[in-house]
T-cell receptor, first 112, second 116 residues
Framework: GDSVTQMEGPVTLSEEAFLTINCTYT??????LFWYVQYPGEGLQLLLK?????DKGSNKGFEATYRKETTSFHLEKGSVQVSDSAVYFC???????????FGTGTRLLVSP | EAGVAQSPRYKIIEKRQSVAFWCNPI?????LYWYQQILGQGPKLLIQ????????DSQLPKDRFSAERLKGVDSTLKIQPAKLEDSAVYLC??????????????FGPGTRLTVT
């Protein structure tokens, strides 16, 4: 079945450091890929998405590129801030069904 | 516009008791989802409604969990009787339509259930 694998956390960085959170997927078809973020005490929010191979999703300085050849959707940010501290979830879904399949989440801790 | 509303935010019960969670989706959203998020794991879909019909309940433990969306608007998820392993955050989400390629799901704040 379909699945998403994320790097284990926590990822601990200093402010202004470069961030990469790895995400790979296994899918029977051609899913859309997503990154969701969960800030402390809040619900999940969509951060960015990509619907087909080679698409790049971007938002709030975060980027991820849909790589079909490596079945990956790694999240990157050039300079993290303390306010980026949260749990990040990679997920996939299919058009017409929309059920999201999530990874286990990666906690990011950014210190001043 | 108002977001997805859930209540209660927190609930503590003893095992073998029953509990119910309520969700009010964003106005006009046809599709409603209930996810279970166990600590340290990603959310897992329990049930998906399109209007008041069930689209997917393949991962719902039907011997103890039930859900309804009678008028195609708000929804209730019930657990009876609860087990220790049901301790989790229960997330409700809604999206505009099952079809048409619109993927974004809007999540509520969740209900944190602790079973003792």
């Amino acid at each position: 079945g379909d699945s998403v694998t994320q790097m284990e956390g926590p990822v601990t960085l200093s402010e202004e450091a470069f961030l990469t959170i790895n995400c790979t997927y296994t899918a029977t078809g051609y899913p859309s890929l997503f990154w969701y973020v969960q800030y402390p005490g809040e619900g999940l929010q969509l951060l960015l998405k990509a619907t087909k191979a080679d698409d790049k999703g971007s938002n709030k300085g975060f980027e991820a590129t849909y790589r079909k050849e490596t079945t990956s959707f790694h999240l990157e940010k050039g300079s993290v801030q303390v306010s980026d501290s949260a749990v990040y979830f990679c997920a996939l879904s299919y058009t017409g069904f929309q059920k999201l399949v999530f990874g286990t989440g990666t906690r990011l801790l950014v210190s001043p | 516009e108002a977001g997805v509303a859930q209540s209660p935010r927190y609930k503590i019960i003893e095992k073998r008791q029953s509990v119910a969670f309520w969700c009010n989706p964003i106005s006009g959203h046809a599709t409603l989802y209930w996810y279970q998020q166990i600590l340290g794991q990603g959310p897992k879909l329990l049930i998906q409604f399109q209007n008041n019909g069930v689209v997917d309940d393949s991962q719902l433990p039907k011997d103890r969990f039930s859900a309804e969306r009678l008028k195609g608007v708000d929804s209730t998820l019930k657990i009876q009787p609860a087990k220790l392993e049901d301790s989790a955050v229960y997330l409700c989400a809604s999206s505009p339509s099952l079809r048409g390629g619109r993927h974004e799901q809007y999540f509520g704040p969740g209900t944190r259930l602790t079973v003792t």
